[in-house]
């Protein structure tokens, strides 16, 4: 497809941006479970103005954009401080997935380099989240997956039977993905530490959300830098933390154990070149309005939009257990919840006839396997929805009984 002969105008340009999104998902309106949360109008407005201001700024040398250095310090610092990591350092990173991929090469170079380890294991649920097996295949390590336990939760025994002496990394989630409930951290990362391997916690979906439960006295189980052996923590600032895409957090126990994710090299014609993550160039946006979200909200905005995440999350989940032939999988604890039919219902209701019902009321929840589950993960934005989503889920489950779709594709994501 050749690109425009001449420039089109700017109005142009916008109006045909405005009918290619006619049917992207309607976020704006609370109707999807996941891909965007929403952290209201000021949160917008402060995201999109310090956004414009660093549209254009690189983070890749900070020495010349010393701003994003300290955007990037106060970011990290001021959630290794929520999550009690008083020597905890770390990055700004893309997104989860990157983070994550940083917390699986660091765990690969300490293991190299303290017990020479030179082909590395990484013990992980099933229920860890794909990312773990992109970064065990990103960076040659072999990855052995564990069943969870019949509670969705990481099967200590048989993860502690897993891990072996060429064992870099174990892995636990808060909460995981599918199911929202959170892995006994505690009693996973002293298994790591005793294997002298690294521990990380994917709090990717939790990060922004646990430790303000725990601040309006909501139960949390133990799960940070409190917990001895965890070595390193990844969470979302652009899930819950309500910035726009691009900005994640990938945190360590010390500087000590930092310095095993980063890359330099000092034979370039170019100069010395170093970099913590993946990326080479970055922009600077993310960062920017990443921090901005945080400065705007502070602990108290986040302990308000964490309030009514759990108070809507709890509502969705009674509401899914009093309809007729659907159940919640497991007892999830926070803002994620899987919704899959009733043992009892299996010949009479297909929950992805219902998924595919909801889809054409305007609602998006992804579909998931074993079981058969519609994903949804709760966030602020969903509070004025969650009635209607309700109603239209019992109309839908009504709808459907005795229906049956033969596809049970369960795509997650996509390839162009
Ligand atoms: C979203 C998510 C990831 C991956 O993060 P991306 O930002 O999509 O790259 C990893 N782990 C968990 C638990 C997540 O929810």
Known sequence: MPMPESGRTH??????????????????????????????????????????????????????????????????????????????????TSGGTESILMAVKAARERGRAERAIDHGEIVVPTSAHAAFHKGGHYFGLDVVKVDVGPDSRADVEAMADAITDRTVLVVGSAPQYPHGV?????????????????????????????????????????????????????????????????????????????????????????????????????????????????????????????????????????GVRAIDGLEVVGDPEAQLLAITTDREWTDRLDIFVVGDALASRGWYLDRQHRPDSLHATVSAGNAPAADDFLTDLAASVAETLGQRTADRSTQYSTLD
């Open 11 to 92: 109005d142009e340009i916008v109006s045909s941006l405005h009918d290619l999104r006619r049917n992207d998902a309607r976020w704006q309106e609370g109707r999807t479970f996941g891909l965007v949360y929403d952290g209201g109008s000021e949160v917008h407005a402060i995201a999109e103005e310090a956004a414009r201001m660093y549209l254009h700024e690189n983070a890749l040398n900070t020495i010349a954009m010393p701003s994003l250095a300290q955007i990037q310090r106060e970011v990290v610092g001021n959630m290794a401080a929520l999550l009690h990591g008083d020597d905890a350092s770390g990055f700004m």
């Open 182 to 318: 959170i892995d006994p951290i505690a009693e996973l990362a002293p298994l790591a530490a005793a294997a002298d391997a690294n521990f990380h916690v994917d709090a990717c979906m939790g990060g922004f959300v646990l430790p303000f439960m725990e601040r309006l006295g909501e139960p949390v189980p133990l799960w940070d830098f409190r917990v001895p052996g965890v070595t390193t923590i990844s969470l979302d600032v652009h899930k819950l933390g309500y910035a726009p895409k691009g900005a994640s957090i990938i945190l360590h126990r010390t500087k000590q154990l930092r310095r095993y994710q980063t890359y330099s090299f000092d034979d370039w014609l170019g100069g010395f070149y170093a970099s913590p993550n993946m990326q080479g160039t970055r922009s600077g946006a993310p960062m920017a309005a990443a921090w901005a979200v945080m400065q705007r909200l502070g602990i108290e905005g986040y302990e308000r939009l964490t309030r009514t995440t759990i108070d809507t999350a709890r509502k969705l989940v009674a």
